[in-house]
């Protein structure tokens, strides 16, 4: 089945844990990219990659950074997490920049 | 980022009835995407539209592209209880940039 996998689902930290959360993707797609989900703000996005080893700042870029070592995966690295992190974060991949976005199911972040 | 108003926030309705709602921008986009969100689930893609003027349907929903490409529309036919969710329009320049959703109610 097609699909974008993120883990964890849900997870709960404190102020300047460092914390990672998986993005996987069996589409072989090459466009990759993390949102934010906020009440009120809709999905913002935070970094975009267009293959392997390219990667580029979204809108919110600030406090995060991600990694695109391989075609298949696309993590989002909290260095420092701060409680203004607390949100809903999505992952998506589409064949290309451009062509809708499929999104994974979601991660929770609670940051204490 | 670019600014996507999507109206209205939320819908009441009784099952059977028709739903219409939209999306509208200052700028001018090359593709409008329709997408509903369930409850502890990500975005699942309704309908894409790729021209100005395109209508399209999938099933008992329908999207338009608007002429002007600054503003599309997606309308429900014959509501149903599992419509219920948060739809939200998005918009495409050299990414994507999403509406702040609809949330549908369908009372039974």
């Known amino acids: 089945e097609a699909q974008v996998t993120q883990n964890p689902r849900y997870l709960i930290t404190v102020t300047g844990k460092k914390l990672t959360v998986t993005c996987s993707q069996n589409m072989n797609h090459e466009y990759m990219s993390w949102y934010r989900q906020d009440p009120g703000l809709g999905l913002r996005q935070i970094y975009y990659s267009m293959n392997v080893e390219v990667t580029d700042k979204g809108d919110v870029p600030e406090g995060y950074k991600v990694s695109r070592k391989e075609k298949r995966n696309f993590p989002l690295i909290l260095e420092s997490p701060s409680p203004n992190q607390t949100s809903l974060y999505f992952c998506?991949?589409?064949?290309?920049?451009?062509?809708?976005?499929?999104f994974g199911n979601g991660t929770r972040l609670t940051v204490t | 980022g670019q600014q996507l108003n999507q109206s209205p926030q939320s819908m009441f309705i009784q099952e059977g009835e028709d739903v219409s709602m939209n999306c509208t921008s200052s700028?001018?986009?090359?593709?409008w995407l329709w997408y509903k969100q369930d409850p502890g689930e990500g975005p699942v893609l309704l309908i894409a539209?790729?021209?100005?003027?395109e209508l399209t349907s999938n099933g008992r929903l329908t999207a338009q592209f608007g002429i002007t490409r600054k503003d599309s529309f997606l309308n429900i036919s014959a509501s149903i209880p599992s419509d219920v969710g948060i739809y939200f329009c998005?918009?495409?320049?050299?990414?994507?940039?999403f509406g702040t959703g609809t949330s549908l109610t369908v009372i039974p």
């Open positions: 998005a918009g495409q320049l050299e990414q994507f940039y």
């Open positions: 700028s001018i986009f090359n593709t």
């Open positions: 998506a991949s589409s064949l290309s920049r451009g062509t809708p976005l499929h």
């Open positions: 539209l790729y021209k100005a003027g």
